[in-house]
């Protein structure tokens, strides 16, 4: 499992770090300070592409949406498929419908 991988007292500290973020403010400030622009870009691209797989669109549509090469999307296809699960479970948590992803797009 990729997780025994990663575990470690420093990917703790972070993960509690992030935990303890109080708002979408406090979460723009800490990752510009931890991130390039380009990581935090790369990371919620990743996380767009998950969404948009779940809603079944074509590698083709999400490229085009996105701008994700297909090996970032076949990336994010094999994690929903054998990852953790937690795609699925962050989105359905965020958007469990439809129409909510809808109107968060917009905003």
Do not use: W
């Not at 919620?44 to 079944?56: C, G, N, P, S, Y």
């Not at 994690?79 to 968060?104: F, I, Q, V, W």
Request: glycine share 4%.
């Amino acid at each position: 499992m990729q997780i025994e991988k990663i575990r470690g007292h420093q990917t703790e500290q972070l993960f509690k770090a992030v935990l303890e973020l109080k708002d979408i403010d406090e979460c723009y400030k800490f990752f510009d300070d931890l991130c390039t622009i380009s990581e935090i870009q790369s990371l919620a691209q990743r996380f767009e592409v998950a969404h948009l797989l779940r809603l079944k669109k074509t590698y083709e549509a999400i490229k085009n949406e996105t701008g994700a090469s297909t090996a970032t999307i076949s990336r994010v296809r094999r994690c929903l498929d054998y990852g953790n699960d937690t795609y699925d479970e962050m989105l359905g948590r965020l958007y469990p419908d439809e129409k909510s992803y809808e109107e968060a797009k917009r905003k």
